[in-house]
Each structure stands twice: as structure tokens, then as C-alpha cells.
């Protein structure tokens, strides 16, 4: 089966919601990719949701790459999205590109990198090596210690005057969809007027042409989950009280039973001293 590719995202504009997810391992690809799914986002939260970190600055190569081939191993229909991780592509053109090449080596269809205006230059790069890429404006996590925490974007006519100006430099640079966080409902749809690409956005309201969560949210494992996410299921229940029942049988004696056990083939006799 061949993958969606970067021409059939561009064809769903206008026509038809894209659907994106995070995945970091194969069980959950394979699930995500099952569900129809139009891409899977391997996303730098994996520092947070999988890892434990405290946020997405500590994301690094090796782990993104771990995750991206695992995920693509599972995933046969969906477009396998890599995040490029903090530190691995502000320093210099070349960094950024023989970075993204490592992705599609284990198996990336495109990466996705933070920022507007400022990047432009790194996804102009990597596009012309080859590699598809997805932007990423609005809320920038790897951003936290610039702007102070995570703050909500375009409030206000200046911030949202910004915003459009790094969604078109982002398509100008030649990205083929941008990723738009906690933005303003009013300026993310602004933005999917503006620009040819298709917008894919998550906690930036309705007038988008995709959206994206985090599957851990989605799923019920996450601790917390922000505001503008939904929980479609409560995994982390299911997961506790199977484990639970485990252990009490373990401790009961009702597990292992015949079913699981195996016998030897021949009588073995061994005297009793
Ligand atoms: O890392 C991630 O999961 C992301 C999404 C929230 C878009 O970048
Ligand atoms: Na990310």
C-alpha cells in the first residue's frame, strides 16, 4: 500500500478536514493508521508524554529518531511526519538538512519544525534536498524560554499581524502544510484564506483545514490534557484495572491456569530418597 502523499494533503484543501495525530511507538501506529488517519505526527512531546521530561527542549535526535522508526514501521497508509527537535536545525542550513535527511532514512515522509520568518531560510533548505516540510506557527513550546511560558497567540491585532507574516513566509519557503498552535480562531482562519498550503490546527478553533492532537490526550494517558483537547477515551483506567486484576490473580493463585502451562512428552520417575 502507498503512503498519503504531499500532493494528496494539497489536494484536501478546501475539500475535505485533514486528520493528524501524534504516534511514537508501533502498537500505536498501527492503531492510528488503522483509524484512517491522514498523517501521524511523531512529535517532540514525545520528551513529555513517553519520556517524562518537563518539556519539549529535551528532545533530542536520538530519541525522535527511535520514535520516527518505530512509528514508520507501523504506519502503511498514513504520512509518517518527523519533529525536527529543539537544537537540531536553528544552527546553520546544512545542520537543518543533513538532520532531516537522518529522518527520511528511517523512514519520515516529511519533518515539521517551529517558527516563522526566522526559519524560513532552514525549510527553504531542506525543501530543495528533497524533503517535504511542514511549518509550525502559533505557540512554539521550543520557544518557552523566549516568550516566558506558553502563551496563547493572536490576541491582538500586532500578534496576529505577525502570525500572517510567518505563515507566508513559511509557504514561501516552500513548506506544503503549517502547523498553527493556540492561536485565535480569527487568525487561524485568516491565515487558511491567505495562504495556498493547508492549515492543521490545534487548539486554534474551527476555520482550519485540518486538525491535530496529541494521542495521549485523545486516548485518556495523559496526566493533564490542555483546553482545547478532547478526551475520546480513558486509557489509563483500562490499563490500571487490567494490571491490577493481573497482579491480584498473580497473588491469588488463579494465574498461570492449565491453558497457559505445557507438560513434558515422556514419565519422568525419580525415586524418592
Ligand atoms: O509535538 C507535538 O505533539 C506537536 C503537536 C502538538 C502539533 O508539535
Ligand atoms: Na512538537
Known amino acids: 500500500m502507498q503512503r498519503i502523499s504531499v500532493r494528496d494533503i494539497l489536494a484536501k484543501k478546501g475539500r475535505e478536514p485533514i486528520v493528524m495525530v501524534t504516534a511514537y511507538d508501533y502498537p500505536f501506529a498501527r492503531i492510528v493508521d488503522e483509524a484512517g488517519v491522514d498523517m501521524i505526527l511523531v512529535g517532540d512531546s514525545a520528551a513529555m508524554v513517553v519520556h517524562g521530561l518537563p518539556n519539549t527542549n529535551m528532545a533530542t535526535m536520538q530519541m525522535m529518531l527511535l520514535h520516527t522508526a518505530a512509528v514508520s ?13 529543539f537544537g537540531s536545525y536553528e544552527a546553520s542550513r546544512s545542520e537543518a538538512v543533513k538532520n532531516a535527511i ?6 519520515a515522509d516529511a519533518v515539521k519544525l517551529e517558527g516563522g520568518v526566522e526559519v524560513a531560510d532552514k525549510i527553504e533548505a531542506i525543501t530543495k534536498a528533497g524533503i517535504p516540510v511542514v511549518g509550525h506557527i502559533g505557540l512554539t513550546p521550543q520557544k518557552r ?21 510567518d505563515a507566508k513566509a513559511v509557504e514561501e519557503a516552500g513548506a506544503f502544510a503549517i502547523v498553527i498552535e493556540f492561536t485565535a480562531e480569527e487568525v487561524a482562519a485568516e491565515i487558511t484564506r491567505k495562504l495556498k498550503i493547508p492549515t ?13 492532537l496529541v494521542l495521549h490526550d485523545i486516548l485518556g494517558l495523559s496526566e493533564t490534557i490542555p483546553p482545547f483537547a478532547e478526551k475520546y477515551a480513558d486509557l489509563r ?37
Request: aromatic share 6%; glycine share 10%.
Open 73 to 85: 514501521r507501523g504506519a502503511k497508509r498514513a504520512m509518517v511526519v518527523a519533529d525536527m527537535p
Open 102 to 107: 537522518k529522518f527520511v532514512r528511517v523512514g
Open 145 to 165: 524560554l523566549m516568550l516566558g511560558g506558553y502563551r496563547r497567540r493572536g490576541r491582538t491585532v500586532e500578534d496576529a499581524e505577525r502570525l500572517l507574516e
Open 200 to 212: 492543521i490546527c490545534i487548539g486554534s478553533g474551527r476555520h482550519c483545514d485540518g486538525q491535530v
Open 237 to 273: 483506567s483500562i490499563a490500571l484495572e487490567a494490571v491490577r486484576r493481573f497482579a491480584a490473580d498473580v497473588r491469588e493463585g488463579r494465574f498461570p491456569r492449565e491453558k497457559h502451562v505445557f507438560h513434558m512428552k515422556e514419565t519422568w520417575r525419580r525415586d524418592r530418597e
